[in-house]
């Protein structure tokens, strides 16, 4: 599974100081929930997990774990996030064997790719690829 969610009002909470602490805490969750994390990354509004979804555990269950868990974490890394929080919503796409280079790849390289767009055109780009029908005013809150 490739999962992606942004901060709230996708605020640019994720700073280089807390990023590589949070994607380790990220990963212990997906390891807890036997969901194992094949790359995590992101940028300063929003997280990639690319993942090994557990057969006991449902998606939405996954992301529920891991936004609450890690929203609770980050608020204790000082006075700059107590008023951090995760977007209401999640996008989580089923990927191929044959894909999971090319996500990890593009995982590991999410500062060159928002240096041409955001997360919000980044979103729409991945609902368009794997062929989500949606309705924008509804994919924002």
Known sequence: ??????????????????????YAYLSGICK??????????GFKDH????CLLSRKVSLMKLVEELKSHSSKWIKT???????FYWQNGYGGFSI???????????????ESHHKKMT???????FLKKYEVPYDEK???D
């Open 96 to 110: 191929g064997a044959k894909e999971v280079d090319a996500v990890a790849d593009y995982i590991v390289n999410q």
């Open 77 to 83: 890394k000082g006075r700059a996030f107590e008023k």
């Open 138 to 140: 509804y994919v924002w």
């Open 47 to 50: 997280v990639h997990i690319l």
């Open 1 to 22: 599974m490739h999962i992606t969610f942004s901060t709230k009002d996708r605020y640019p909470f994720i700073k280089d100081e807390i990023q590589d602490e949070l």
């Open 119 to 125: 997360f919000k055109q980044e979103y729409l780009m």
């Open 32 to 41: 807890n929930l036997e969901s194992y994390p094949l790359k995590i990354g």
